[in-house]
């Protein structure tokens, strides 16, 4: 150990804001050499600000960065690189054009005579240090063809690569890693932290966090819990730490969707039988009833958007039939699907949820005028009727009703999503991730919102990585795992049952 | 080995169809026109072409960079090059201080639309439209017609054919030469230098280029003031073989050199691609116009018809290639 | 506090930047030039009594990219841009001609044929020939653009380098002197005093308003442009939603390549309507309308277009030659980037908020 605890980074009093919202809000965060420090927080809750601060992709409104006791100002990701500070971002930042070592060392590439890029010794180079991480690859080819495993091996190989590095970030860089490739970047992790480097390991998952780090600091809304040891702190003490709140809230959830169960309808709104489509999800069978609140359980990727987009008309399956009220679906688009009464709250709510440019008003609207057709538009009245009914019945955070939906926090703009599919008036509602990086309030309410609209006699179709989120709403939890239906279980199951039927039998 | 050949293909298939195509269109010509199996009709490609080949180098280093990344402006410098320097020397000015003097004044104004671009935000499109409307205006300014040159030092320049070695009366001019020397050179600049490799991380992703603490500002600058260098040169180039300057020359070259690029398999959104299938994307704008000039009854038009339907085509198969290698 | 959110209002009003640049070129007009506005009443004898100056005269030549730039704001909305523009006009402008009397094309011709004031296609289906083109044209774009999925700029690209090409096609390659009176109307002609352009303008303008006010096209137009995706899991067919901004925009090209050849008695394959899409686009940019798609405001793009020639009609006016206009044009196009960068909005939007803050204080 070499300077060990040292502090190299010291931030103090941080604030940020962007728009409207206080992002970060009187933050400290101090950085040990030789240690692996996790940052840990709700989404939402401010790390990837306080990250993009400390390596110059943005500059705080107030504070102070001190690196090795200095008062610094990072000025750009370059600047940072300079000083010693390397990240690996929450999504690959890579160029998937360039190939593998080029990816690795592109900026700092070896040269031949001081005028050309030796592109064997940068293949060598490159190959090399994968091959401390334990990856064997051929470096030659484009990274875009690259598992995003491998992907993100090659950022990690990119940050480990700068000689003078003494501060090493890595925002969730285990979130598409299998156990196997979890355990080898630990490896390489604490290897680096014997070499006297300081980690800043942001990560959701809290095994990891208790696994492999030595400090652990919670943020949680834009501002700084505490900073603790990890050994002293336990895994429930973390958990109400971040979520600042005891599970009891939820409970009486239970009693609610107990109450509502007795609304199910036995004759199904819609089934699908042996339903697939190749490469996207294999065959399943599934039936919707009216009053029911079904949940998806598995793991990202495991084929539970793929059977929300199938239900919804976005992907046209090639397998089976699916038939609604009694009638086999044969035109399969979003709008046919709306017509149909079936709505879809999508995973990705940037890309495929909110309209940003525009207002709540019309945002909450579209989905109903793409009913109505391009011709019968919904006149000004009845379009700020409809929004302001919304806005209160969801409870939505809003200067007013023009305002862009853009410049709304997380929650709200989920919530604004929500009011459009409500606004058609749907028999079936299908939402994924609905509760995804937004915070905790807003989580609740979108839960018992669910069971609310089932108990008004809906069909629901519940999609969550959290599986305490999809036991708590859900009637029926449905699991699947690797694009396969697994299983089905109704009324009370625990948690371990359903675990082991995501994770697999081993 | 099979693996690799795939990978190959896969990833330089567009540059090697421009290739093809080129043999091909080049072969159906000469099936047609006999006379086109004359070496000197493939080297008068790069004699007619030259002024093209070099603004098209220019432009696909701009492309490349992605992110919207054009020049419209490359017509209007060879305009206001060729009436500036036509006009120097007809002011008695000695021709080997107006030759650097015009690559100064190229670099300078690419330099200029990229800072603009890179620092006041401003889409490429839109910036270098101003480029073409200023370069093209000043150009008038100098003069309203076209300006003769009566240079010595031009005119031996552009009236010295160079015989090449090893064939009989097939020649060359020395201004033909410019274009492929600029080629190697781009090839160089492209593939073995920081600043080329800087060009196609911007083009494959300009954010994550930023945040992997590559020189992007300054990258982007330099790509300009690139492409006004080698508009500068294609005005020279110009100038030499026609012997005059006037604001009207090369007008909507522009076009033909986007088309040349696409053609040649860059894609316009950046970050694929490169100046090997620029040079055949030029050959096979100047093979069409042979075709034409032999038909003699064709009109000109069908130049632009048949250029617009090899876009259509190029682009057709670029789009082929992006989904397979997305499946792959 | 009430004349805070009012000087607020106006200086976030889509209207209120391309506006604030008209008059500054008026006023400066006003200034050097008091002759500019000057209004008279000309008897002309084909033509009858109408207004005639500067003012006029913008409107007028103007007519043309006026026209475009209402197509070109739809297709910009839509996150596209429409290259194709210059070379639809000289189709349009072909077509006419052509049908006006086939055989100008043909120099062998004796030239007492080709001079007669007559026309071998009636005028109502020249017109309904050209529009028909004009929206094929567009039709061709949009379905490159939506169905093939090929990059605006390049899919344009495709007709604006052989558009030019079947243009010149159609008139085999001459460029064609019109004889048919009638059809100088369009370009000429006055009703009420007003060149009739003008009133083409105004219904093209009606039309577009109310196909993007009164139905959810506008609605969807903006929603495609600023997310795609997320308009189709709305349940938006984004594809026709880009389809119809093409062919509008194609159609106002036909109708603008009418007016211009109608103005010039002649077409040209080669230059008519050149450089028109980049002002087009320079007008739909001085509106205020993004190239990334998304809000947009016709009416701001109009201010735009009226800019452009007001900019031109000046220069003339100044006395500058014909040619060095492009160089005033760059002039132009470095102004709007100046006032438009984020750096002097920033300035000028605080200038107000002082303003602003004073009227608070006081009331």
């Known amino acids: ?160 690569e700068i000689s003078s590095v003494k501060v090493l970030v890595l925002d969730e860089p285990t979130s598409s890693l299998d156990m196997s490739e979890v355990d080898q970047l630990f490896q390489v992790i604490r290897k680096l932290r014997e070499s006297g480097v300081g980690i800043i390991f942001i990560t959701h998952f809290l095994d990891q966090v208790f696994e492999v780090s030595d400090r652990i600091t919670v943020l949680r809304n834009g501002r700084l819990v505490g900073t603790y040891e990890t050994t002293s702190l336990a895994r429930l003490e973390l958990i109400q730490k971040m979520i600042g709140r005891s599970l009891a809230a939820y409970d009486n959830m239970t009693q609610t969707k107990l109450e509502s169960s007795q609304h199910i309808e036995s004759e199904a709104l819609l089934e699908a039988k042996e339903v697939g489509l190749a490469g996207s999800v294999e065959p399943f069978d599934l039936d919707l009833h009216a009053g029911e609140v079904v949940g998806l359980a598995g793991l990202l990727g495991s084929g539970r958007t793929e059977i929300a987009r199938l239900l919804f008309g976005i992907d046209k399956p090639d397998k089976g039939v699916i038939t609604m009220d009694g009638e086999v679906i044969k035109n399969y688009s979003p709008l046919d699907s709306i017509m149909r009464g079936i709505a879809l709250c999508p995973e990705d709510r940037k890309a495929q949820g909110i309209v940003g440019e525009l207002t709540v008003r019309e945002n909450i609207i579209l989905a109903m005028q793409a009913d109505l057709g391009w011709f019968k538009y919904l006149g000004m009245k009845k379009q700020y009727e409809i929004a302001e009914e919304y806005i209160k019945l969801l409870n939505i955070v809003t200067p007013s009703a023009d305002q862009p939906v853009k410049n709304l926090s997380g929650g709200n703009q989920q919530k604004v999503i929500l009011a459009r599919w409500l606004a058609t008036n749907p028999r079936l509602l299908i939402l994924d991730e609905p509760t995804r990086g937004i915070d905790v309030g807003a989580k609740a309410e979108i839960q018992k919102l669910v069971l609310l609209l089932a108990e008004e006699g809906k069909s629901c179709v519940f999609i969550s990585s959290e599986l305490d989120e999809v036991m708590r709403t859900s009637h029926r939890i449905v699991v699947l795992r690797d694009k396969e239906k697994t299983a089905e279980f109704s009324g009370d199951v625990d948690e371990p049952t359903i675990m082991h039927a995501i994770g697999g039998s081993e | 080995m099979k693996q690799r050949v795939k990978h190959f293909l896969l990833q330089h298939g567009p540059v ?96 200029m639309m990229g800072w603009i ?50 064939m009989e009366n097939v020649y060359i ?77 090369a007008s909507g070259m522009e076009l033909d050199s986007i088309a040349a690029v696409v053609i040649g398999g860059t894609a316009l959104t950046g970050g694929v691609g490169n100046v090997i299938g620029t040079l055949f994307g030029v050959l096979i704008h100047g093979t069409i116009v042979s075709i034409l000039q032999f038909n003699g009854t064709l009109s000109s038009w069908w130049t632009r018809i048949g250029v617009g339907l090899l876009t259509l085509v190029a682009i057709g198969i670029q789009s082929i290639y992006t989904l397979r290698q997305k499946r792959s | ?43 002309d004898p084909v033509y009858g009594k109408h207004f005639y100056g500067n003012i006029i005269d913008i409107f007028n030549n103007g007519a043309p990219l006026i026209l475009v730039s209402i197509g070109m704001t739809l297709v910009i909305a839509t996150g596209g841009v429409d290259l194709s523009v210059g070379a639809v006009i000289a189709i349009s402008a072909a077509m006419g001609t052509v049908l006006i009397n086939p055989a100008l094309g043909n120099e062998l011709i004796e030239n007492r044929i080709l001079t007669e004031n007559t026309t071998r296609t009636p005028l109502p289906i020249i017109i309904l020939a050209d529009l028909a083109a004009g929206a094929a044209c567009g039709l061709w774009n949009g379905l490159l653009v939506s169905r093939a999925k090929i990059q605006p700029m390049v899919a344009t690209l495709i007709l604006m380098v052989a558009g030019r090409g079947i243009a010149q096609l159609i008139t085999n390659g001459q460029i064609m002197t019109i004889y048919y009176t009638p059809y100088f109307w369009f370009g000429n002609g006055y009703i009420l005093y007003l060149p009739v352009s003008i009133y083409i303008v105004a219904v093209v303008c009606i039309i577009a308003w109310l196909l993007v ?148 204080a006081a009331s």
């Not at chain 2, 401003?122 to 040159?149: D, K």
């Not at chain 2, 073995?192 to 600058?221: D, H, W």
């Not at chain 3, 604030?20 to 008897?43: C, G, Y």
């Open chain 3, 213 to 360: 006010r009164k139905t959810s096209i506008g609605l969807f137009t903006e929603s495609v442009g600023t997310n795609a995706t997320a308009t189709y899991y709305s349940g938006i067919n984004e594809k026709n939603v880009k389809l119809l901004a093409y062919t509008f925009c194609g159609i106002c090209a036909a109708i603008a390549g009418l007016i211009f050849s109608s103005y010039v008695h002649s077409a040209d394959g080669n230059n008519n309507g050149l450089y028109y899409e980049l002002d087009a686009i320079l007008a739909v940019v001085i509106g205020g309308t993004l190239m990334s798609g998304g809000r947009f405001s016709i009416l701001a793009s109009v201010v735009g277009a009226v800019i452009i020639w007001t900019f031109t009609v000046t220069v003339y006016s100044l006395g500058v030659p014909g040619q060095a206009l492009l160089a005033a044009k760059a002039v132009l196009v470095m102004l709007v980037i100046l006032l438009y960068s984020d750096y002097s909005r920033r300035l000028i939007s605080r200038l107000f908020e002082r303003k602003g803050s004073k009227h608070e």
């Open chain 1, 1 to 160: 150990m070499v300077e060990a605890n040292k502090e190299i980074v010291t931030m103090k009093g941080i604030y940020k804001s962007f728009l409207s919202v206080q992002a970060l809000e009187d933050v400290d965060f101090t950085l040990n050499l030789g240690e692996i420090h996790a940052l840990v927080g709700e989404n939402g809750a401010g790390k990837s600000t306080l990250i993009k601060v400390l390596t110059g992709v943005e500059q705080p409104d107030a504070g102070v960065v001190m690196i090795n006791q200095q008062k610094m100002t990072i000025r750009s990701p370059q600047h940072a690189q300079e000083i010693g500070i390397s990240t690996v971002y929450q999504e690959t930042n890579l160029c998937p054009d360039l190939s593998v070592a080029e990816n690795i060392l592109i900026g700092r590439e070896p040269m031949k005579w001081g005028l050309v890029i030796d592109r064997k010794a940068m293949n060598d180079n490159a190959r090399q240090i994968l091959q401390e991480l334990g990856v064997d690859l051929d470096v030659t080819q484009t990274l875009g063809e690259c598992s995003v495993a491998i992907q993100q091996m090659a950022a990690i190989a990119r940050a480990l």
């Open chain 3, 1 to 43: 506090m009430k004349q805070t959110s009012f000087f607020r209002r106006i200086r976030d009003s889509r209207l209120f930047w391309p506006l604030a640049a008209w008059f500054i070129i008026l006023a400066f007009n006003a200034i050097v030039m008091p002759d500019f506005f000057k209004v008279d009443i000309m008897d």
């Open chain 2, 173 to 249: 001019y020395p201004t033909s030469l410019v274009g492929p020397v600029m080629l190697l050179v781009t090839i160089y600049l492209s593939f073995f230098t920081r600043f080329g490799r800087t060009i196609y991380a911007m083009g494959s992703n300009e954010q994550s280029a930023i945040l992997m603490g590559l020189p992007v500002a300054r990258t982007k600058i330099l790509v300009y003031a690139f492409s006004g260098f080698c508009s500068a040169l294609g005005g020279i180039v110009f100038s030499m073989s026609l012997l005059a300057g006037y604001g009207q020359f």
């Open chain 2, 16 to 111: 090697l169809l421009s290739f093809v195509v080129f043999l091909l269109v080049y072969f159906a010509g000469s099936r047609m026109y006999p006379a086109m199996q004359k070496p000197q009709v493939f080297f008068n490609l790069f004699i007619n072409d030259a002024s093209l080949l070099l603004v098209s180098i220019g432009m696909t280093m701009v492309i490349l960079t992605g992110e919207g990344g054009i020049d419209l402006s490359v017509g209007g410098v060879i305009a206001l090059v060729s009436t500036a320097s036509a006009a120097l020397l007809r002011a008695g000015v000695n021709p080997y201080v107006v030759i650097p003097l015009m690559i100064v004044l190229g670099i300078a104004f690419g330099a």
């Open chain 2, 117 to 166: 671009i890179q620092y006041l935000k401003v889409q490429p499109f839109i910036a270098t439209l101003m480029g073409l409307y200023l370069a093209r205006g000043v150009a008038y300014i100098i003069s309203l017609t076209s300006v003769s040159i009566a240079d010595p030092v031009y005119k031996q320049i552009a009236l010295t054919p160079i015989y090449l070695p090893g």
